[in-house]
């Protein structure tokens, strides 16, 4: 059997170490071209670990281009790999190996079709998201399913911990799954279809906060878009800030303050514990991490403490 990987996340690293150290047919992995990858969240350099296992690295621009597709085809596949990719790949690119295309979703498909569904979940207060290995179809996340694995969202959860747990569940499913396709098997079952509407793509601008909302889903909305991903901002006196961590209060009564006020520091013995309490449309947050953008430096905990920001109030702009 011939494979071909395609990814750049990094949430398929650890599959297709895996892969490769247990000696797995793979002739070629296909990833973004190093000008594409820089402008992809989560994106990892592949080329030391094929330079390790000495298996070539083949870049592209868009998988579904003419030379992309000519490219797949001079490999003579019989099965595609797509893990931790962006583009959906169309019916030429799935037509270039003889067995089909595998693909994982993180989610339990299918629920959360679509874009970003980890950054979604935790935006929408799921407590459980999880992982789907499926065959790849025309259709948007609507192949038949392989296999399924669960995946808890703890209220200590970001959308980093949750990738890391579904890199986890990418690994153990690939490596479950390879040895019955080596023997011949198709394993899969079509996917029940619950009418559902596909995720929207999410921008760097979608990522304002909007401070009347309750402390809960500001918290929800900010660990979903911290590191990789380009983070939640805000603004404070005609600068702009991302908001990398923070800590969610117990349900406290603001009384009336107006949201987005700074009530003040948070101090602590603990330097990471430190912060600014801000007041929510309901309860309040602790500002852990900032950064002033564009490419500002960071203002960790125990320094933004310091900040005499008390009665200063975040906006939704300059």
């Given at each position: 059997m011939r494979i071909a990987w395609i990814g750049f996340h990094e949430e398929g690293a650890a599959a297709l170490e895996a892969l490769l150290d247990s000696g797995a047919p793979i002739v070629a992995v296909i990833t973004l071209t190093e000008d594409k990858r820089a402008r992809c969240s989560g994106a990892l350099d592949f080329e030391p670990l094929c330079?390790?296992?000495?298996?070539?690295?083949?870049?592209?621009?868009?998988?579904?281009?003419?030379?992309?597709?000519?490219?797949?085809?001079?490999?003579?596949?019989?099965?595609?790999?797509?893990?931790?990719?962006?583009?959906?790949?169309?019916?030429?690119?799935?037509?270039?190996?003889?067995?089909g295309a595998i693909g994982a979703h993180a989610s339990l498909l299918p629920h959360n079709r679509g874009r970003a569904p980890v950054n979604w979940a935790i935006i929408h207060g799921d407590t459980q998201t999880g992982n789907t290995l499926m065959w790849l179809s025309p259709e948007v996340d609507k192949g038949e399913i392989i296999d399924q694995r669960a995946i808890p969202i703890l209220p200590y959860d970001t959308c980093q911990t949750i990738y890391d747990k579904v890199a986890i569940t990418n690994r153990e499913m690939l490596c479950e799954v390879l040895p019955r396709l080596l023997r011949g098997e198709r394993p899969g079952h079509a996917q029940p279809d619950d009418g559902g509407r596909l995720l929207p793509r999410r921008q760097p601008s979608d990522g304002q906060i909007e401070w009347a909302q309750p402390a809960k889903q500001v918290y929800d909305f900010i660990r979903a878009q911290t590191f990789p991903y380009p983070g939640a901002f805000s603004w404070l006196?005609?600068?702009?800030?991302?908001?990398?961590?923070?800590?969610?209060?117990?349900?406290?009564?603001?009384?009336?303050?107006?949201?987005?006020?700074?009530?003040?520091?948070?101090?602590?013995?603990?330097?990471?514990?430190?912060?600014?309490?801000?007041?929510?449309g309901q309860g309040m947050l602790a500002l852990l991490k900032l950064q002033a953008r564009p490419d500002g430096a960071m203002l960790e905990s125990y320094r933004l403490a310091e900040m005499e920001w008390a009665g200063r109030v975040w906006t939704n702009g300059g």
């Open positions: 330079s390790r296992h000495k298996v070539p690295l083949l870049l592209v621009d868009d998988i579904n281009a003419t030379e992309s597709v000519a490219l797949l085809r001079k490999l003579e596949l019989d099965l595609l790999l797509v893990i931790g990719w962006s583009q959906i790949l169309g019916s030429q690119a799935l037509g270039c190996a003889k067995l006196q005609g600068k702009c800030w991302t908001v990398w961590a923070a800590a969610l209060l117990a349900d406290i009564e603001t009384g009336p303050v107006r949201p987005g006020t700074v009530v003040g520091p948070l101090i602590s013995p603990f330097a990471e514990a430190s912060g600014q309490l801000v007041s929510c």
